[in-house]
Structures are given as C-alpha cells and as structure tokens.
C-alpha cells in the first residue's frame, strides 16, 4: 500500500471510555479521526454545530472539520480567536457566547472546540453556560490538549486575579483526537505536551515511564507510538477523574512537578517566548524527584533517569535551564505559596517514592524546601 493510500485509509481508532455515569463519554484516539467527525457528531443527534477554533488552527483544520460536518446536513459557523493564552478572557468568552447564540444553537446542537487547550477551556466553558448549559466535542490539536486539557471535563478563563480562577466542571459529549493534526505542531509544543505524557508514567505507572524511554522518537514522529502514549494518557487521567471528579482528593497526583512549575511560570509572567507550561511541568518534574531524593524518599537513580529522559526529548530541567533566569529562593517560595494548592502557610507537594510511586505531601515545611531550593540554585 503506498503511503498516500494508507493515509487516506485511516486505522480504527483506539476508544478510550470515560465512565462517569450519565456524563459517560468516549474519547477516540487516531489518525485521520477528523474526517469522521461528521458522522460520529450527527449520531450524537445534532442538528447543529458552532466551530470554535483560533487563528492558527482554522487555516489548517476548520475547512476538514467543516466539510464532514456539512457532508450530514448539520448546520454550521466558525468562529476564529486569537491564539495564545490571551484568548482565555472574559471578552474571548463573550464573543463565543455570542457566535454560539447566533448560530442559534440550541439544547441538542452542539458547540465543537478545535484546537489547542486555550480554545477547549474557552469554548468548553461557553458551552457550560450557554442556555445553562449545551453539550460540546472536543477535537483537540495540541499534544497537550490530547492528553490532558480536553480529558476531565475542566473549563474555564483567566482572571486578572490568576489563571483558570472563572470556570465551571462541564464533561465534553465526545473527545475526538486526531494525531495526525500533531504533525503541524511547532516542536516546542510538542515536547511540551511530552512532559505531561511522561507525567503520568511517573504518577503510578513504571511501566509506561520505561515504554516512553524506549519508544518517544517514535511518539514524535508520528507513528502508531503515538497513538498509543495518546490513549495511554487519557486512560491514566480518566481513571483518576473517574475516581475523583471534581478534586476532592487523588486528582491531585495529576499536580505532580506543578507546584514547582506553576511557579516558575509566574516567575517568567506567564511570558511563552521564556517559558510554557510543559517546559515548566518538566523542571518540576525534575525537582519533584530531586526533592524527594534529598528528603530521602527516593532513590538517586530515579531523579537522575527522569532527569536523563526528559532532556533526551529536549525539555529542560533545571532552573538553570529557564531564558532569562528563575529569580531568588525567596521569589520561588513566593511564587509558590501563591499556588491555590497551599493549605494554612505549609506546601502541599506530590513526592515519590520511585518512578511510578507518587503520593500526595501534604504539609511540607517551607524551610526544607528553602534547603532543597538553594542547593539547586548554586
Ligand atoms: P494553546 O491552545 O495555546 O496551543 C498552543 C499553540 O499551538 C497555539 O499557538 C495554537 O494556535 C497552536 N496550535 C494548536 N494546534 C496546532 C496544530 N495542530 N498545528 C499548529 N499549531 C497548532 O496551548 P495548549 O498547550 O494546547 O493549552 C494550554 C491551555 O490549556 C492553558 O490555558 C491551560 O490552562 C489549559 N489546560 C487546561 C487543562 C484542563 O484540565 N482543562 C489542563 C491543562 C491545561
Ligand atoms: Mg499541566
């Protein structure tokens, strides 16, 4: 078979369930899904969709996602954002409300969130709100939003007061992934994603963290590896969001190398030319290991081949590593006590044991991690 034929000819995609009872969805994961979606969407019994993707993405994608959806009868708009992280405001989500409004969307209809997790947080969230609520798709396009962002059912803006602060639980009707759009993904973005991919073979599955170590070339690459870190990632979440919906307890582990990283983000401004999520997600990462290392829970060995991986898949891991500098100690433990994860002065820190053995730290004495941080800046 040639290759254009195989592309034309996409695999039957991986399903991965998520089973929260009447919220029950199916994310779907694999190459060539976008062409589907019409389909898949008019069996959802809409009559209607509203596309909401941004400036990026609609060029490359909205065209596809369009014409498979006209090709069974829905009605269709797109509405076209800016991208960046800027998107994510309350004026972002007036004008989507409003695109959804006038496309005259209703209870049944639909509202399809193609992109990045910027558009699937907005988009999400306009669908939550929206006529008190309309289902809404997700068709995510970054690696990040594959693995995370669009699985959980999190939607939300930023405020002037910090980040994701204005949002609402609101479960997607169905995930679809395409892997294939993560061909046109800038590289950093993809290696940012990476980091929450290896983020979850480090929360409880060593296994997974060894196939990520022998198999990421390929995930970069775009063979079927990366169809398969895809689904193996959304299961690893759903089963945790499963357990635990709306953040009562385990969902944190999903925090784990966030303390550290949300941290540095507001060091850097949350400017992206320094620093984006996942390059931060893969210091913290590091540090998370290296701390509980020095606090004697884990083995050297470990921090070092978490450390070792993520610098082979060219993410940075030391504070060193981040444009421009990460700032004092002191601005650290500042940044960090910011965090909404903090509870009465004392850090709550997801440390491990080993790779593959997370727990949840609870009351961590800011003075050990003064200890920890200052050994790492010299
Ligand atoms: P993003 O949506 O900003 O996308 C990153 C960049 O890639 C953008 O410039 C975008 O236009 C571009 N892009 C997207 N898909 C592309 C493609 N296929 N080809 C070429 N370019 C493409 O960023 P992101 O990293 O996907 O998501 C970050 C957001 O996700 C943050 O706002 C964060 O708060 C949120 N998030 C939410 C959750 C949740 O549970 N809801 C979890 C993690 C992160
Ligand atoms: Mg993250």
Partial sequence: MSHAAAQAEPSAPITVPVPLGERAYDILVGRGLIGTAGARIAALGARAAAIVT????????????????????????????????????YAGLERVCDAVLEARIERGDLVVALGGGVIGDLAGFAAAVVRRGVRFVQVPTTLLSQVDSSVGGKTGINSRHGKNLVGAFHQPSLVLA??????????????????????????????????????????????????????????????????????????????????????????????????????????????????SASLGLCPRADAERVEAHLKAAGLPTRLGDVPGGCGTVDALLDAMAQDKKVKGGALTFILARGIGQSFIAPGIEAESVRAFLRDETN
């Fill in 178 to 291: 395409d892997t294939a759009l993560l061909d046109t993904l800038p590289i950093r973005e993809m290696r940012a994603g990476y980091a929450e991919v290896v983020k979850y073979g480090l929360i409880d599955d060593p296994g997974f963290f060894a196939w990520c170590e022998a198999h990421w070339r390929e995930v970069f690459a775009g063979g079927p590896e990366r169809d398969r870190a895809v689904a193996q990632s959304c299961r690893a979440k759903a089963a945790v969001v499963v357990r635990d919906e709306h953040e009562n307890g385990d969902r944190a582990l999903l925090n784990l190398g966030h303390t550290f990283g949300h941290a540095l983000e507001r060091i850097t401004a949350y400017d992206s030319a320094r620093l984006v999520h996942g390059e931060g997600v893969a210091i913290g990462l590091c540090l998370a290991f290296r701390f």
């Fill in 54 to 89: 941004d400036a990026h993405v609609g060029p490359l994608y909205a065209d596809a996602l369009a014409a498979s959806l006209e090709a069974q009868g829905l009605r269709i708009s797109v509405t076209v954002l800016p991208p960046g992280e800027a998107t994510k405001s």
